[in-house]
C-alpha cells in the first residue's frame, strides 16, 4: 500500500504563494488518484483539490478554484498543489490522501493519508 508524506507548509503573508508537495511510497504510485484536502482548527476536514492517475483531469473546490493548481509527477511519485493569491482563510493543515483508480472529494473515500503540512497565512 502507500504511503505519504506532506512537505512546504509554512507561514506566508496575503497575496503570497506556496507549494506543498506530496511524496509517495510504496509502490504503484500511478494507479492511484490524490487528492488535497484541509482541516481548519474547530472546522471538518474540507476537500481542496483532485488529480486523476494520468493528470488528465483535475476538480477543485470553488473556494481555491482559479488560485490553486494540483499536478502530479509520476516519474517522482509526488503531487504538488501550488496556492497563489493566498487568503488568511486557507489558513490551515492539509493532506494529501490516495484511493486506486476513481476519483472523488469526500474524506471517507480515502484509505490512506499523510500527517499533514500546516500552511499559516498572515493579513
Known amino acids: 500500500q502507500v504511503q505519504l508524506v506532506e512537505s512546504g507548509g509554512g507561514l506566508v503573508q496575503a497575496g503570497n504563494s506556496l507549494r506543498v508537495s506530496c511524496a509517495a511510497s510504496?509502490?504503484?504510485?500511478?494507479?492511484?488518484?490524490v487528492g488535497w484536502f484541509r482541516q481548519a482548527p474547530g472546522q471538518e476536514r474540507q476537500f481542496v483539490s483532485v488529480?486523476?492517475?494520468?493528470?488528465?483531469?483535475?476538480n477543485y473546490a470553488d473556494s481555491v478554484r482559479g488560485r490553486f493548481t494540483i499536478s502530479r509527477d509520476n516519474a517522482k511519485n509526488t503531487v504538488y498543489l501550488q496556492m497563489n493569491s493566498l487568503k488568511p482563510e486557507d489558513t490551515a493543515i492539509y493532506y494529501c490522501?490516495?484511493?486506486?483508480?476513481?476519483?472523488?472529494?469526500?474524506?471517507?473515500?480515502?484509505?490512506?493519508w499523510g500527517q499533514g503540512t500546516q500552511v499559516t497565512v498572515s493579513s
Open positions: 490522501a490516495a484511493r486506486l483508480l476513481t476519483k472523488a472529494t469526500t474524506v471517507r473515500e480515502y484509505p490512506f
Open positions: 510504496g509502490g504503484g504510485f500511478s494507479n492511484y488518484v
Open positions: 488529480i486523476s492517475r494520468d493528470s488528465s483531469t483535475t
